[in-house]
């Protein structure tokens, strides 16, 4: 009876508003197309939303399965070379020339398994002189092993630098004297390139 015209003509275009559930921001003059839910309502709305959460058990079982699938990912990733599910420490282009680079090489430290136990038997055979030749070998091994790793470490490092000028090398070569240590078909990720191609 009291309300102004204005008002009327305000609460008609809001009824007759289409309701608009886009993401676009809404103009803050223009009538929002519904009307205002009471408190008990929003409240209630609220309250359904959070009963229909998960329980502790569910979100446990939920991020079970979650990290199995991710460890999954990441063990065909290894297998295969697949960049994206790479552990960190093998993520990048640097750390992949660095795998490339020492299995594309005979590194005398990945036979030091195999040399061991023939070391390891001869020395254990009740004979001066084999045992005296296991004491060599075991010599011979480790200064051939120490020599090959500066070797791999300065050409690798002199190749990082003319590839990767700009990035970060850090722990390069360190990561792939550590591969090298690895017998070639036990290395995670597989190697990728044949022996004497270039990386």
Known sequence: MFRSRAKDEKSQAADKAPVNFSKQPRDPQAPKGRPTPKRSE?????????????????????????????????????????????????????????????????????????????????????????????????????VLIVLDSFVTAFRLKKQLNERFAGENKRGAVAYALMRSLQMRRLRLPKPQVKRGERP
Not at 95 to 117: G, K, Q, T, Y
Request: charged share 30%.
């Open 42 to 142: 929003a409240q209630s709305q609220r309250r359904s939303v959070a009963n229909t959460s998960m329980t502790r058990k569910e979100a446990a079982k939920r991020q079970r399965e979650e990290r199995r699938s991710a460890l999954e990912r990441q063990r065909q990733a290894l297998a295969s070379g697949d960049e994206r599910y790479l552990p960190a420490r093998d993520k990048g282009p640097v750390r992949r020339f660095a795998r490339d680079f020492v299995d594309s090489r005979f590194n005398i430290a990945e036979f030091f398994l195999p040399m061991a136990v023939i070391i390891l038997v001869l020395s254990m055979v009740r004979v001066a002189a084999l045992q005296n030749i296991a004491l060599l070998l075991w010599l011979v091994v480790i």
